[in-house]
């Protein structure tokens, strides 16, 4: 489809009205040139960056873009890509977006024309027909994206400082800069190592005489008044640094206004004042503050070198007077490309001019601009460069494979320095094990370690020679003798448990056979289908405690059983004055509804409400066989203390929050400076017990029958 110059126009108006769109326009019918396109696309901009803060902040590897201006909006461009930051009002919605605009690679220059005009004619808002309107628009953009620069500015400094800049001094008032001040640009501009954006208007009103018509500052009685209608940006900061603002008076009132957005706006509080400077003449060399060009700097010559207003001592680009145009850090009287953004000043022809605004020229042995080469530096080895820079082509003796030159000495058109078996024909570069060696040259073909342990054992199930064979029992270990005495799979150099086929079945550390190695931790296991680390035997003969079947009965205690005739009764007591005795099946037993426990005398005592007996002849506290407390204490003072529910570790240490009573609170057995722990040798108390309410309580006196 061909389109003329008026329709693509109109097309590209109509974008405005979207937010997020992406389309095409084929410029010719012809086959050959069909794939040439200019593309538009429309992103939402919420944080109404700039074109440089949206780019650098979206743009993955971003270049040089160089500033202009697109219908009067602020604009970028990038190689074949411009970048234009504009609004679009859409019903009661103000949005600034960002709006993209690329033609194709290797386009042709009637493309490129048509893109170039598309630039020249683009105009937005076409929905809005009050041209005053419009230009309040494209006037509140630019402030938006300046306010949003200017605040990246500050916390850059914020971090690096630790606060913002205080504006203590070089400015008519403490902590506050107008943009049409000259503490704009000579004393905050300089703090921020930055030259800072002005307002499109950039003016004060309403100051009559005696006050001054630009700064509306009189310096007679250091007064300062204007008009909250004033078109200015400012800065204000508190004594500290901790606190700062930026404001801004955006023109558009109509829907969607942004004047009740993040930035404030210029109200009376700084239009009306009666503070004054800091001082007439801060730095003492003889000139006003109001009329020093460089007001915190002694210069009383006030030389300007680039004429610009600001003086050369506090003149970050002293000979540029358009202070880094471009916002690279690189004042113009040195930027080797002082209209194009390059930090980096690379320059690779050393010819003075910048590689972003350097004209390419072939033969200069720099590759520049869109020359595929240019001398031996930017072409493959064993290669020359075409004279006009388009290309390459190999030396005499080479063929080129992809991007190189090079031989085959193989004649298997596989380049040597690609073939796996360079000095074997193997055209189909199979490679079994992908290692760096095909099937076709490789000793050990299914093996990518080949032969990691050099013992000459493969570890797959192929080998040639110079390798002795393959399927290696250790793969990682050398046992050039491939021993195996168990008939597992792993070899008696390799195996944890070389004499156990099962490799320790029951998982527990300890092999069936004499031998092991790390990790395991011994060998002839007493219970090898059972897992038994410890190896227990209580009664010595040879079957661990864990596989040994029970004998009760036989006046010994073994596993599972907890007493066995007389034995494992002794200290133990029932509940209710039963009688205690040990069951047919070897467990602890009590006549009647008693229950076997430990038993606990003595009293625990309390600064707070005196003794507390732990075994009244009515009631008292014992230990259950699964060491937990059972019972409550007796207080002449409190009455009955429960205790139920503490448990006691097998290393003797209590734990536990029990609510006593209402008056004692929660008892805390083990708290952080202290706590209750029984001696499994004798059974006696030692320690502290906390009480909500009542404080330590002491249970050194108390004893136990208590054993682990």
């Known amino acids: 489809m061909i389109m003329t110059r008026a329709d693509l126009i ?47 902040q979206n743009v993955p590897n971003p270049g040089q873009p160089e500033p202009l201006l697109v219908n009067g909006y602020p604009a970028i461009r990038e190689g074949r890509t411009v970048y234009v930051a504009a609004t679009n009002q859409v019903g009661d919605a103000l949005y600034g977006n960002i709006y993209l605009i690329s033609y194709s690679e290797d386009a042709s220059q009637s493309t490129i024309d048509i893109f170039n005009q598309l630039l020249e004619n683009w105009d937005f808002n076409i929905n809005v027909n009050d041209l005053v309107v419009r230009e309040q628009l494209r006037r509140d953009m630019k402030r938006a994206g300046d306010m949003s620069d ?61 006050y001054d018509q630009t700064t509306c500052w009189d310096e007679v009685n250091q007064q300062f008044q204007c008009s909250p209608e004033s078109r200015t940006y400012a800065y204000q900061v508190d ?86 145009i471009d916002r690279d850090f690189v004042c113009g009287g040195v930027d080797n490309c002082p209209k194009n953004f390059n930090p980096d000043q690379t320059d690779a022809d050393a010819d003075g001019i910048g590689d972003a605004c350097d004209i390419m020229v072939c033969g200069n042995a720099i590759k520049e601009g869109d020359e595929v080469c240019d001398g031996l530096g930017s072409i493959p080895a064993n290669s020359t460069c075409l004279n006009d820079c388009s290309g390459w082509t190999c030396n005499e003796g080479y063929s080129r494979f992809d991007n190189i030159c090079d031989i085959d000495t193989d004649g298997d058109l596989v380049a040597d320095s690609l073939d796996n078996c360079s000095n074997l024909y193997n055209p ?77 079945p029951d998982d527990d550390g300890v092999c069936a056979g004499a031998r092991f190695n790390s990790p395991k931790l011994a060998g002839s296991d007493n219970c090898p289908a059972v897992a038994n680390q410890d190896q227990a035997d209580f009664d010595r003969d040879g079957i661990g405690d864990a596989c040994d079947p029970q004998t009760c009965g ?50 625990a005592w309390s600064s707070n409400i005196g003794w507390i007996n732990l075994s009244p002849s009515n009631g008292g506290v014992t230990i259950s066989l699964t060491n937990t407390f059972v019972g409550s204490a007796w207080s002449a003072n409190v009455g009955w203390i429960n205790m139920s529910g503490a448990t006691v570790n097998l290393d003797g240490t209590v734990h536990g929050d029990i609510l006593g009573n209402d008056y004692v609170g929660v008892i805390n057995y083990d708290p952080s400076r202290s706590g209750v ?25 108390v004893s136990t029958s208590w054993k682990p």
């Open 428 to 504: 189909g570069q199979l490679n079994s094990d992908n290692d760096i060696y095909g099937d076709a040259c490789d000793w050990c073909p299914d093996d990518s370690d080949n032969d990691i342990d050099g013992d000459g054992y493969c570890a797959g199930p192929r080998y040639s020679g110079p390798r002795l064979g393959a399927n290696d029992i250790c793969p990682t270990v050398a046992d050039p003798e491939q021993a195996n005495t168990d008939g597992d799979e792993l070899g008696d150099a390799c195996d944890q448990c070389p004499d156990d086929p099962a490799n320790d």
């Open 677 to 701: 722990r029984i001696n499994s040798a004798d059974g006696t108390f030692s320690g502290f017990a906390w009480g909500e309410n009542i404080g330590w309580i002491d249970f050194n006196g």
């Open 239 to 324: 004594d500290n640094g901790d606190q700062a603002s930026l404001y801004t008076n955006y023109e558009y009132t109509g829907p969607g206004s942004w004047r009740t957005g993040e930035y404030g706006l210029l109200t009376s509080q700084f239009c009306f004042t009666n503070e004054s400077a800091f001082l007439n003449d801060e730095d003492g060399d003889g000139i006003l503050n109001s009329a020093d060009n460089c007001p915190t700097v002694y210069n009383p010559d006030q030389a300007d070198f680039d004429r610009d207003g600001l003086g050369a001592l506090c003149d970050l680009c002293d000979l540029d007077p358009s202070n880094d």
């Open 554 to 603: 036989n006046n010994i205690i073994e596993a599972g059983e907890k007493c066995d005739q007389n034995q494992g009764l002794a200290g133990i007591i029932c509940t209710g004055q039963e009688e205690l005795y040990c069951s047919v099946d070897c467990q602890i037993s009590c006549t009647g509804q008693g229950q076997p426990v430990y038993a606990i005398s003595g009293s």
């Open 150 to 210: 200017v605040s990246g500015l500050l916390e850059r400094y914020r971090r690096v400082n630790g606060n913002y800049p205080l504006l203590q001094a070089g400015t008519y008032i403490r902590g506050l800069s107008f943009s049409v001040w000259p503490s704009w640009q000579a004393t905050l501009a300089n703090l921020l190592a930055s030259a800072l954006p002005q307002d499109p208007l950039n003016r004060l009103i309403g100051c009559q005489d005696p």
């Open 10 to 56: 109109k097309n590209i108006c109509k974008f405005s009205l979207g937010l997020l769109i992406i389309s095409a326009f084929v410029l010719t019918g012809s086959p050959a040139q069909a794939a040439e396109a200019i593309g538009i696309r429309i992103l939402a901009n919420p944080g109404r960056l700039s074109p440089f803060g949206w780019y650098f």
